[in-house]
Every structure is written in structure tokens, then in C-alpha cells.
């Protein structure tokens, strides 16, 4: 079932729960072999706003999708009880990113059949190439056997989340991303994302796999091909001709600054400590608001004006090369017309 059941008109809501993480990815800025702050998010305070959530739900007939990220979701302590009730008293539909090395017993995997909508497992590449970046051998194998043991207990079972894999296109894997989309569809995997190497949280990464300007324009013309076997193979390929436009103008180290990305109306970040905005960029920034703030409905539906007004008044330092995938269209479907994806078109 394609991930449009959740998006398009629903608002999501992206959620860090924790800081701590299990892996030391050479690319990311929550590596367990990084000095940071590793706090954990208020099982108490998500409870409270998922309440809310579930009156602005009633209220506003609109289905509501939240997504847990970390760090590793899976190391924050009330992570399956939260999303039990998020999924079965709030009627919310529950979504979480996870490395994939997570409890392995099939009580485990039952509590997950049960109470989440979606999984997202990132796989960056073959197996030498996920372990490497991922610095840890077996992760790959882990995480593979973890997709397909799901995937068999959905068949079985009827119901479950659907399966996504995101992957980080980088210089070394891009050239492998239809072997990739080829691999994960034959172990049930139904939709596939991506996103570029970010460099501020590890620079020193950056520079040597960053996507060049040939890897990102190649990219954009063997997607439409590829998503279009991938489908045929049960795959759904995610992302926008307008994402692979700003992807392609990031890799010739161009900046795009959005002016007005309609913040708060569809989607909604919330950093640990519970500060909210209209993407990360925003949320921590010290322009985000605290979720304790929010109290009722129409609070929530105030967002959108309160942060154009701020935003009207001063442009924020993030929008001037804007971090938000979901704006961009990681979760469009390219599939419907795939020939438009090669036209090349400016970004605002
Ligand atoms: C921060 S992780 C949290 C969830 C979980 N720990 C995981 O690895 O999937 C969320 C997503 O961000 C991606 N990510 C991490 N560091 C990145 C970077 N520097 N650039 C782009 N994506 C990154 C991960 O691959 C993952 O798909
Ligand atoms: S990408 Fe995920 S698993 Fe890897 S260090 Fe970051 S948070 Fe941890």
C-alpha cells in the first residue's frame, strides 16, 4: 500500500525521541563515538500531545501521521508502549526510521506487526558498502534478516506495517542504486526513498562522498527507468522532479532559499526536548515552540499564520538553503510521469 495513505493531505509529524544511538556511522552526527548531549524525549509529554492529536483528529476529520526518529528509535524506552496507545486509544497512524538493530524475538516482532503503520530501514548500499559506512560488520546482514522475518510475518499474518528502505546517495553507492532497489524488492521491501549526504554534523566525511554534479544529473535521468521496473517489481520509488532539481543544485553547491513554504500546514518536526516548528532547521533553532505550549486544537492550526508572521518580520538563517525533504517532495510518487522528471526546471 503506497505511502499516499498516510501523506498528501494528512499531517505528519516528525518526532526525535532520543539521541543516543547503537551504530557509529562515519556520516552521521548522532554516532555513538560522538561527543553530544544524549537526551531522551518525555514519554510523559508525548502522551499528553498525542491526546491532542487525537482531538485534532476528531476535530478537524484529518488523519494524523507520526514518525518517530533518533538517534535509534529503538533505544528510547517507552518507544512500543507510546505507539500502542498512539495507534490503538488515539487512532493516530505511526510511523518510526530505524537502523534495523533492534530486539530479534517474535514477541517483539508481533508488537511491531501490531502497532505501526509504516517502517522505514535505512540500507545505504551492498553489503561491504552498508557495513563500511555504518562502521560495523553484520550490520547489513542484521538488518536484512530483520526486513525479511517482518515481511514473512505480515504475509502470514495479514496485517503490518508497510515496509519502506531509505538509503543516502553518496558518490561511491549512486552507481548501485538500481542493484539496491533490485534487492530490497525481492525481500518485500514495497517503497523506497532517498536523500543526499548531508555534511554539517561530519565534514570531515563529506567532501570524498558527496554526490558530484555528474553523479546527481545521471541520477535524474536513469530514475524514471529504474522506478519504472522497480514498479513492475512491487517498488514504489519515491521523489519529486522539484527534489531531484534540488538535489542536482545542491551538488553544484547551490543554495535554495524558500520563501514561503506553507510551514506547519501538512508537516511538523519535534526536536527531544520537545521543541516544535516547521521543519528541524526551524524547530531548533530557538524559533521553535514547546509542544507544553500547544493546548488545544486551535493552537495547532494557529502554527501556520504565527510562523509566516515571525517569518514576514525576519527570514530565519535555515530557510536561505532550506533542509526540509518533505518540501521538496521526498514522498511524491514519480511513477505517474516519469518523462517529466527529465525535463530540467529551475528551483524557486
Ligand atoms: C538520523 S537517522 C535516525 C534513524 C536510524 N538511526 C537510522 O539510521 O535509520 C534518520 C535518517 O537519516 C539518515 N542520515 C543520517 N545521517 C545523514 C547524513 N549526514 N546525510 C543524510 N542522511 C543522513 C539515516 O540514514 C536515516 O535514514
Ligand atoms: S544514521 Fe542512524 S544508526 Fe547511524 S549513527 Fe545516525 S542515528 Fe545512529
Redesign the pocket.
Known amino acids: 500500500m503506497p505511502s499516499d495513505r498516510f501523506r498528501g493531505k494528512k499531517l505528519v509529524i516528525a518526532w526525535r525521541v532520543t539521541e543516543a544511538?547503537n551504530l557509529s556511522?562515519h556520516?552521521?552526527g548522532?554516532s555513538s563515538i560522538m561527543e553530544r548531549t544524549r537526551t531522551y524525549a518525555s514519554s510523559d509529554l508525548a502522551l499528553e500531545f498525542g491526546q491532542l492529536l487525537r482531538e485534532y483528529r476528531r476535530r478537524q476529520g484529518r488523519d494524523v501521521l507520526v514518525s518517530w526518529?533518533?538517534?535509534?528509535?529503538f533505544l528510547w524506552p517507552p518507544l512500543m508502549d507510546v505507539s500502542h496507545h498512539f495507534k490503538h486509544q488515539f487512532k493516530l497512524h505511526v510511523s518510526v526510521?530505524?537502523?534495523g538493530i533492534m530486539p530479534t524475538s517474535q514477541g517483539h516482532r508481533e508488537r511491531v506487526i501490531e502497532d505501526f503503520d509504516e517502517m522505514t530501514f535505512?540500507i545505504?548500499g551492498r553489503a561491504e558498502f552498508h557495513d563500511a559506512v555504518r562502521n560495523g560488520s553484520g550490520i547489513y546482514e542484521k538488518v536484512r534478516s530483520t526486513i525479511i522475518r517482518l515481511s514473512e510475518l505480515k504475509s502470514k499474518r495479514g496485517i503490518g506495517p508497510l515496509i519502506r528502505v531509505?538509503t543516502?546517495l553518496m558518490h561511491d553507492n549512486v552507481h548501485h542504486f538500481e542493484r539496491l532497489c533490485r534487492t530490497v524488492a525481492k525481500w518485500g521491501v514495497e517503497e523506497l526513498t532517498f536523500?543526499?549526504?548531508?555534511g554539517q554534523?561530519?565534514p570531515e566525511f563529506f567532501p570524498a562522498n558527496t554526490l558530484t554534479y555528474e553523479d546527481a544529473v545521471s541520477f535524474q535521468q536513469e530514475l524514471p527507468r529504474i522506478s519504472k521496473q522497480m514498479a513492475s517489481l512491487g517498488l514504489r520509488i519515491h521523489g519529486s522532479r522539484k527534489y531531484l532539481d534540488k538535489i542536482t543544485a545542491s551538488a553544484m553547491g547551490m543554495k535554495t532559499p524558500i520563501h514561503n513554504c506553507a510551514p506547519c500546514r501538512n508537516f511538523l518536526f519535534i526536536d527531544v526536548n520537545g521543541f516544535l516548528g516547521p521543519c528541524s532547521g526551524l524547530a531548533n533553532s530557538g524559533s521553535g515552540i514547546s509542544v507544553r505550549e500547544i493546548k488545544f486544537p486551535e493552537d495547532l492550526q494557529a502554527l501556520s499564520p504565527k510562523f509566516n508572521y515571525d517569518r514576514s518580520k525576519k527570514m530565519p538563517v535555515a530557510c536561505g538553503d532550506c533542509p526540509s525533504t518533505e518540501f521538496f517532495g521526498k514522498f511524491a510518487d514519480p511513477i505517474e510521469n516519469p518523462e517529466a522528471m527529465l525535463q530540467c526546471v529551475s528551483i524557486q
Open positions: 544511538c556511522c556520516f552521521c548522532y526518529i533518533g538517534g535509534e528509535p526510521s530505524t537502523n535505512s545505504d531509505n543516502i536523500n543526499t549526504l548531508g554534523d561530519r
